[in-house]
């Protein structure tokens, strides 16, 4: 039922979302009895009218009739005794809420509102708003475990996130990328999978330029993300289909794990100059597919092992088999160990003859496992631009104990300061600071 009196209009106002709280003209109305407390909501949710055999079977079903009826009874006079005798209406076969008793309850405003959302008549949710509040404060009568209260509950949880959802389309179509990610972000607080704000996160990390975080939204591996990635392009419409390959390595265990839609297969070459294709997670391109599940592989790399992923204007050419061209690439892959990993690049590129018979864009990109040495420094900290100093700092401290000279020092503490710096600038743009 529509609700559309103010908070500021009523003297009675009824919280039902997280805690039970009654207040009449701004006083905290004491009913400590969960039934009574079950009553009021219960005909405050559904201010129609009621059998009351109806509401005594529903409150005290365990009860034989004649008990049920007089707890019924009971609770109506103690309720009537602390917030007026005409606000609940009742004769000797029916019970209801007073229609013209101005009451507001934000269960019902909460519904309201989201429904306003969704037909567009509602405004702009604002962190101001008592009406409808940004920071959900909970479930429907949240210490209750009552089986009305339990069907009612997610409902209204929902008609919460469907009006937060319906504010980040309204945020992506004005262009106020950030108000839209923050809202995102709320919906994943109360359902931490909901497909749509997923969507929505990854479109709004990737337009203000947070590549990372658009590809490790909701990714618990690389098919997963390949498979989230498939039906986003479905509802982006910026392409018809997409080829990716994504992979994820630990560097302290050289456990790899790998995904691969419609891409070249990765090149693995072993530390002994052996060479392999990673070809078990191979999949068809991107193409909006909802239904796809996209897989995923793993190996585990042996130390000073190296990936060379690459787009396929390396390998493809006319007039020539795309299996002699994989072939070519795999024996250059042989004469690989030991190259410098700033060489890779060039050398392949100029294995495959990709310097004289270019016709397509060309990108390498080679990964040379190092195992992650134990005992390393190790910080995390706030990601905040005051902590650089300690961080500088405790690094110049574990390199005095292991007597590394100034200039080494110098150069290491640069390189990891700047890094750390730029991670605090853009990891967390418009969202609330995490770790670095």
Same mark, same amino acid.
């Given at each position: 039922?529509?609700?559309?009196?103010?908070?500021?209009?009523?003297?009675?106002?009824?919280?039902?979302?997280?805690?039970?709280?009654?207040?009449?003209?701004?006083?905290?109305?004491?009913?400590?009895?969960?039934?009574?407390?079950?009553?009021?909501?219960?005909? +405050?949710?559904?201010?129609?009218?009621?059998?009351?055999?109806?509401?005594?079977?529903?409150?005290?079903?365990?009860?034989?009739?004649?008990?049920?009826?007089?707890?019924?009874?009971?609770?109506?006079?103690?309720?009537?005794?602390?917030?007026?005798?005409?606000?609940?209406?009742?004769?000797?076969?029916?019970?209801?809420?007073?229609?013209?008793?101005?009451?507001?309850?934000?269960?019902? +405003?909460?519904?309201?509102?989201?429904?306003?959302?969704?037909?567009?008549?509602?405004?702009?949710?604002?962190?101001?708003?008592?009406?409808?509040?940004?920071?959900?404060?909970?479930?429907?009568?949240?210490?209750?475990?009552?089986?009305?209260?339990?069907?009612e509950r997610e409902p209204l949880r929902q008609h919460y996130i469907a009006a937060l959802l319906t504010q980040v389309g309204r945020a992506r179509a004005a262009s106020d990328y950030p108000r839209a990610t923050e809202l995102a972000q709320l919906v994943l607080k109360l359902e931490r999978a909901n497909e749509r704000a997923h969507q929505h996160l990854m479109f709004l990390y990737a337009v203000q330029g947070e590549r990372n975080a658009a590809l490790a939204q909701y990714a618990e591996s690389p098919g997963d993300l390949l498979t989230r990635l498939d039906r986003f392009l479905g509802t982006s419409g910026t392409t018809d289909f997409a080829t990716v390959s994504y992979g994820v390595l630990d560097p302290a265990t050289g456990v790899f794990e790998y995904s691969s839609a419609g891409h070249p297969p990765i090149l693995l070459v072993s530390p002994e100059g052996e060479t392999r294709w990673l070809d078990e997670a191979q999949s068809p391109p991107l193409c909006g597919d909802d239904e796809r599940r996209r897989p995923d592989a793993k190996v585990i790399l042996e130390p000073t092992s190296l990936l060379v992923f690459y787009s396929d204007g390396l390998i493809e050419r006319r007039g020539e088999l795309l299996n002699d061209r994989l072939d070519r690439l795999k024996n250059a892959g042989s004469s690989l160990v030991g190259l410098p990993i700033a060489d890779v690049g060039d050398y392949l590129v100029v294995a495959l003859g990709v310097d004289t018979s270019r016709e397509d864009d060309v990108a390498v990109l080679a990964v040379h496992f190092n195992p992650l040495a134990r005992g390393g420094f190790h910080l995390v900290f706030p990601a905040e631009p005051s902590e650089l100093r300690n961080l500088r700092a405790s690094m110049r401290d574990w390199l005095d104990e292991r007597h590394v000279g100034p200039a080494d020092q110098d150069a290491l503490v640069l390189a990891t300061g700047e890094a750390c710096s730029n991670a605090i600038e853009h990891s967390y743009s418009g969202r609330t600071a995490g770790e670095v």
């Open positions: 039922m529509a609700q559309r009196i103010l908070p500021q209009e009523a003297n009675i106002r009824l919280f039902l979302l997280g805690m039970f709280r009654v207040e009449r003209d701004g006083a905290v109305v004491p009913i400590t009895f969960q039934k009574q407390q079950s009553l009021f909501a219960y005909l +405050a949710l559904h201010p129609e009218e009621h059998a009351r055999e109806k509401i005594a079977t529903l409150l005290w079903g365990d009860s034989t009739d004649q008990r049920a009826r007089n707890s019924l009874r009971v609770a109506l006079t103690a309720l009537r005794q602390r917030l007026g005798s005409d606000l609940i209406l009742s004769d000797r076969e029916t019970v209801q809420i007073n229609p013209d008793a101005l009451l507001w309850v934000d269960g019902l +405003a909460l519904q309201t509102e989201s429904e306003a959302q969704d037909n567009g008549s509602g405004a702009a949710l604002s962190t101001n708003s008592s009406f409808f509040p940004l920071d959900y404060p909970g479930d429907l009568l949240a210490d209750s475990y009552e089986e009305w209260v339990l069907q």
